[in-house]
């Protein structure tokens, strides 16, 4: 059955350096979301995009942030100068053209901010 | 404010007993989604509802969405040890089909042979 993959599972990187999380969604879908949930919280959502732009993002989504999809299979997530509060798991997820209500997430990256 | 919210946040309950969980809001959602997520992983789909009333059943779990679509319930029969996770409810608000889950903070299910 066809999945989302995540790389890398877990990335640990000091405080203010850039890291990039790489997601390869389900092939056929066409949108693509990233959330992300601190230890203990609930999943919150930061972006979607479709199309080959952002359609929306949320209040966390700020300018350190940025997505891509650098070719016609990967989906990236770039945090540009990372912070201690933004350890946390990211996931990746997506949807088919129709019905699009259901998403599919990924099994996530664990990022530690040190 | 919790847009979703998921009751009891902790469940622990013997093998073979059946249970409740609830997903309740006071917005209408145009779609619910009901994951099931381990430690460490990805949430897991079990099922999508969109219309109210809808009742699903996925093996010994039935899931319903509320007539007026702002709640919705997952019952469990005969619980076994393997159904231990959180479960998750995630919606839509009304609208939009696309874009942004809401997630609730989810029922952590523990099953004890």
């Known amino acids: 059955e066809p999945e989302v993959t995540q790389t890398p599972s877990h990335q640990v990187t000091q405080m203010g350096q850039e890291v990039i999380l790489r997601c390869v969604p389900i092939?056929?879908?066409?949108?693509f979301y990233w959330y992300r949930q601190i230890l203990g919280q609930k999943v919150e959502f930061l972006v979607s995009?479709?199309?080959?732009?952002?359609?929306?993002k949320s209040e966390i989504f700020d300018d350190q942030f940025s997505v891509e999809r650098p070719d016609g299979s990967n989906f990236t997530l770039k945090i540009r100068s990372t912070k201690l509060e933004d350890s946390a798991m990211y996931f990746c997820?997506?949807?088919?053209?129709?019905?699009?209500?259901?998403?599919?997430f990924g099994p996530g990256t664990r990022l530690t901010v040190l | 404010t919790q847009l979703l919210e998921q009751s009891p946040q902790f469940l622990s309950i013997q093998e073979g007993e059946n249970l409740t969980v609830y997903c309740n809001s006071s917005?209408?959602?145009?779609?619910l989604q009901w994951y099931r997520q381990e430690p460490g992983e990805g949430p897991v789909l079990l099922v999508t509802?969109?219309?109210?009333?809808e009742v699903k059943k996925l093996k010994r779990l039935t899931f319903q969405f509320g007539d007026a679509r702002k709640d919705s319930s997952l019952h469990i029969t005969a619980a076994q040890p393997g159904d231990t996770g959180l479960y998750l409810c995630?919606?839509?608000?009304?609208?939009?089909?696309?874009?942004?889950?809401?997630f609730g903070r989810g029922t952590q299910l523990t099953v004890w042979p």
């Open positions: 997820a997506s949807s088919s053209p129709w019905p699009p209500d259901t998403q599919y």
């Open positions: 092939s056929n879908h066409l949108y």
């Open positions: 995009f479709y199309n080959n732009e952002i359609s929306e």
């Open positions: 917005s209408v959602f145009s779609s």
């Open positions: 509802v969109v219309t109210g009333g």
């Open positions: 995630a919606g839509h608000t009304r609208g939009s089909t696309l874009g942004r889950l809401y």
